[in-house]
């Protein structure tokens, strides 16, 4: 794990983050006023809280879900509303 300050994140952002998509580093500390800030880590370790589906079973879709969609399309296109 590489330590470094803010200054130095500001002023080689592209060269860390090259380094962690190349595998050299697993994770980057950046430190403001010597204390840890942020943690720079490659995109696939970042954990994953909530995800698309959390509400999957909690609520029916009701079967004419679809049955203004000429309406709605017409509406974004411009269209006056029938």
């Known amino acids: 794990m590489q330590a470094i300050n803010m ?5 080689s952002l592209s060269r860390l983050v090259e380094a962690i998509e190349q595998g050299r580093e697993r994770e980057i500390v950046i430190a403001r006023n010597g204390r840890p800030a942020a943690k720079l880590v490659p995109m696939d370790t970042v954990p994953v809280n909530q995800r698309i589906g959390v509400a999957k079973g909690r609520f029916e879709v009701p079967d004419t879900i679809d049955a203004h969609n000429e309406d709605v399309a017409r509406l974004f ?5 029938l």
């Open 77 to 81: 296109m411009g269209g006056a509303p």
């Open 7 to 11: 200054l130095q994140a500001k002023s």
